[in-house]
């Protein structure tokens, strides 16, 4: 063998060993950093914004992750119960958000939202999680079960599906348009808190979020079907040696996440004021983002990751962007929220609180 | 619910399913919809077919059940109960309209004009008893085919098929015997069959099934024929295909051409992400990506108002920067480059992470595209204009007719490739990996090399079609790539089979063709694609056109990971 081939071969084994993936993820991770740091510090030397500026985009965007954080809860109970993303979930969510439509105009139109409004918001959350509920569970009837077992991206397939179905079958039933939700009058206007002004709508939202996670964190901890539904997370064969009715267990399972979408449709359109068929889709993905962002199965980690990534979005773009010189720095939000996902994926997989991922079948 | 008969509740279900259609607006859609002309609306095939489904079902044995002991009296049953379902709803609509709340103020669907179509203006009272009758009639109908012979229902379903087809293909149809110089009054009007064109369709099907019964399949009635062998059977029927794909652009019009260059670029789509999602088996929710950054640079490097020209839309420069044929391999580098880039950080996620992230890379490309930020290089929200037309000689590639041979050329190619690399060692590779990753890492394929190399392969096509898409409509614009495209490609893998070739080129004539022709299906094609999404999968993984091993691999594991059967009722 010639010096030459040698020195040819040694070039080729170098290269096939060439960690390319390293490399890329190390750029990556350098460029993004840099582009983090650098950016931060430019926008505040520009002193274009004032404190209160930034409380309130940080305050928005608590508002908005507790939204994330609810939505997310979902993604994580059927997740950490059956190892599937359902992708329809921004669907029931969005379900829920046109029964809210619904209901409150039928309530407005009585003049009943107004003069009643505390039982009138209790009525439409209770409706709005009754339809979402309902319809997570023909979801699951209709798309998941049959496919228990098969290959994982099947059951990911039929979630596009149900999407696009429940996506189109509100748009045929209340048209294509954006639909203006009717407000409610106790929740306009600002409130002081600490010397600064909060918006009472924000202040529902965040109140609401809490309960909500509060009461599924009892309902997990301290109830037989939050028992059962953990214990079918950990081993589905030996829970149901165990005597726990699994598909009884799966189904409270997706109740109670679609119940949780229903309610978050409420507080989401007390901030947005509008429905629209599609706005199921990007609530959606971005509460998925935010489960994986926490941790993909643990409830503590879905409303950390909602909170994080709803703060990261509303602040992100104007606080790294901005800087840069890049002009309307909050159109690539999506960027923001979208690339966060992609991150914590590549980088790890099991979230904040989340162990690195393990490989699972 | 359980307490009730099962004839009950699949006669319930039934009128559900007829009142749904009517709520999200279908039956008022397709009563525009002729099928027999004057007699019979596709509205009307609609609901026929919902009641002979209920009476078929409440005919037949349940799942793991025994048959139902009297399958005419519970088929009967089940239709009418499903009519007076319907009955009973346009009923209240109507008295709930009459007490002043108009229910069209929320549910924009439902409409006094609905309701007409639904009692067959027989008015509101008398709707209860017409669809009783209806459902009753049409559900003893499909009881009786499912009680009846094999042979018998197949004809019978056949005989429909062949009426619907008929009469839905009748504008394409109608074309093309125009193009042909066959006069098609007496067999279609106003976009239906005519009555003796309904006789003749069915009485043509019927007598090509008493045919080929009698001889006993297509396979031995063409055996009979001296000097057929099955080698010069395959070569005609190639022929035959070959003919009809040449002489295609020139029997039908110019729109019909422009349908079928469409459909040419989802199946060019289709192949593409067919080598991700079907051989590979990584699900790709973004590949619209890569479609946009084909349109993409093929239009910023060869429209006249890209910005490498020093151009802009109010300042043409004389010419873009190259020639559409020399930015093609450019594009194509471009993909793959990018492909590799997104490709090597996910590849490893685990497959159901990866089709969110790729689904996140679609995405983040069309906000970046969309931005003001890129606007000076990428034409924010307008996209970039002035795209030239593809140079193909002395003809002009705008005339749908030629682009449809050049974007045919491209499909022969890939559709080619497709079918080398699927059995090439790298296509074994892919199936291995598809179906076991540790093993196949085990028997020394590098799973991360065949990863990247199947992403890369599906971008470098899905950006061809993108550069053709680009320069068939001169303008590219993030409005054109939405995830909308990425599920429509993966719906057409889906139905046609993942993994299957063939299954392509009919997943995008059914998917991609149809609705573009059948304009009524329109507004409902992405709500019938879920149905159609879901249905595949929970009753048909395979697809329509089955890869032989992806179906076993799709049934088998199916199988054998049964769920544990819970001890139900143990935990009371």
Known sequence: MTSVETAARSYRVLLERLPVRRIILVILSLVIAYGVIAGTVATLQTGRFTAEDWVDLFVAGVARGSVYAIIALGYTLVYGILFIINFAHGEVFMSGTFTAFFVAHALAD????????????ILLFVVSALVSMSIAVILERVAYRPLRGAPRLVPLITAIGASLFLQYTFRGFYGAQAKAYPNIDILQGNVPVAGFTIQRAQILVVAGAIILWLALYLVIERTRIGRAMRAVGEDREIAALMGIDVDRTIVSTFAIGGALAGAAGILFVQLFNSVFFFMGFFPGIKAFTAAVLGGIGSITGAALGGLVLGILEAVGPILFLTGIGVP??????????????????IFRPGGILGAPEEKRA | MRRLPRYVRVGLLGGFIIIYLTAVGMIAAFHERNIITGVVQFSVVLMTLVYMAAGYLAARAPKGGSPPLRPTRDALIAGAVGGVLVGVFVILMTVLADAGYTPRDMFIAITPATLDILSFDQGTYLSLPVQAVLGAVLGLAGGYLSTATPNVRSTVTRAISATLIGALGAPLFSVMMAGLGIPSRWLFRSEGLTIVGTVFVVGVTLLLRWYLLRAGGVRNALDRVPGVTRKNVNVVTWAVVGVVLAVLPWIVNTFVSDVLGTVGLYILLGLGLNIVVGYAGLLDLGYVAFYAVGAYSVAVLTARSSFLVGADVTNLAPDGFMNFWVAIPLTIVIAVIIGVLIGAPVLRLRGDYL????????EIIRTLV???WLKPYLGGPQGITEIPSVPVGPFNARDPRILYYLILGFVLVSYFVSTRLKYARIGRAWAAMREDEDVAEGMGISVIKYKILAFVMGAAV???????????????????FTLLVSINVLAVVVLGGMGSIPGVVVGSLVLVGLPELLREFGEFRLHIYGIILVAIMVFKPEGLFPDARRARELRGEATVKEPVPALAGAAE
């Open chain 1, 110 to 121: 009585q003049g009943l939202l107004n003069t009643y409004p505390v039982p009138a918001l």
């Open chain 1, 328 to 345: 309307s720095p909050n159109q690539l939000q999506p960027v923001v929220s979208f690339g966060i996902l992609v991150l914590v994926l």
């Open chain 2, 355 to 362: 089709a969110i992230v790729t689904l996140g890379f679609g």
């Open chain 2, 370 to 372: 969309l931005s003001d």
């Open chain 2, 462 to 480: 899905g950006c061809l079609g993108g550069a053709f898409f680009a320069a068939k409509l001169s303008v590219a614009n993030p409005g054109s």
